[in-house]
């Protein structure tokens, strides 16, 4: 397998249960990547596949920020009306300093993806790539630290968990099983 690693400063990605379980307002970025957002990945650095992926941070830190509704309140009197933008407040536990390792199948495909930046979920989380792809062994990057969501897409199985529904293949169920490999915070 050929590796590149990316790195940024800041990283989120939006669980899809977000809305569910922001009580108060608050949550927490997902610490593993879905099957949607690999090929989502894929698709933006145009390569064959990607193997597998590794993600590790250096800690949460909380932000918050406004968020303008969609719908429109209606306020005044018949003869007076006046509409406006609903306004909330929401906090993200946000990933500092992310490192994300991605698998290739071919040195070309290794290539062409550390010449090129990738978003993890939201468009300012830019990851920028190491110059030079590392060749590795599914041994060696077996021992690489961080958390990995093996996929489990024909079905469910004893040790796996619902991540969502898939974007690409027409909102199919998307399982799997979390690996976590050393300390994947890094110190």
């Known amino acids: 397998m050929y590796i590149v690693k990316y790195h940024g400063k800041f990283g989120f990605?939006?669980?899809?249960?977000?809305?569910?379980?922001?009580?108060?307002?608050?949550t927490f970025s997902q610490q593993f990547?879905?099957?949607?957002?690999?090929?989502g990945i894929r698709?933006?650095?145009?390569?064959?596949?990607?193997?597998?992926?590794?993600?590790c941070y250096k800690g949460l830190t909380t932000q918050q920020e406004a968020?303008?509704?969609?719908?429109?309140k209606e306020s005044g009197t018949k003869k007076n009306k006046s509409y406006q933008n609903e306004y909330s407040i929401i906090k993200r536990g946000v990933m500092l300093d992310p490192l994300l390792?991605?698998?290739f199948p071919t040195f070309e495909d290794a290539r062409s993806a550390a010449q090129q930046h990738i978003?993890?979920?939201?468009?300012?989380?830019i990851m920028l790539p190491e110059e030079h792809p590392i060749e590795m062994s599914e041994e060696e990057f077996d021992k690489i630290d961080g958390f990995e969501l093996r996929f489990d897409n024909e079905r469910q199985s004893e040790d796996s968990f619902l991540v969502g529904y898939n974007r690409f293949e027409n909102a199919q169920p998307m399982?799997?099983?979390?690996?976590?490999?050393?300390?994947p915070i890094i110190e």
Not at 13 to 26: L, N, Y
Not at 119 to 125: A, I, M, Q, V, Y
Request: with cysteine; charged share 25%.
């Open 119 to 125: 978003c993890l979920c939201r468009n300012e989380d």
């Open 13 to 26: 990605i939006k669980p899809w249960t977000a809305v569910r379980d922001a009580s108060g307002g608050e």
């Open 101 to 103: 390792y991605l698998a």
């Open 67 to 72: 968020i303008i509704g969609k719908t429109w």
């Open 175 to 183: 399982y799997g099983r979390m690996e976590i490999t050393g300390n």
């Open 33 to 39: 990547l879905t099957p949607s957002i690999v090929e």
């Open 43 to 55: 698709q933006k650095l145009e390569v064959s596949n990607i193997l597998r992926h590794k993600l």
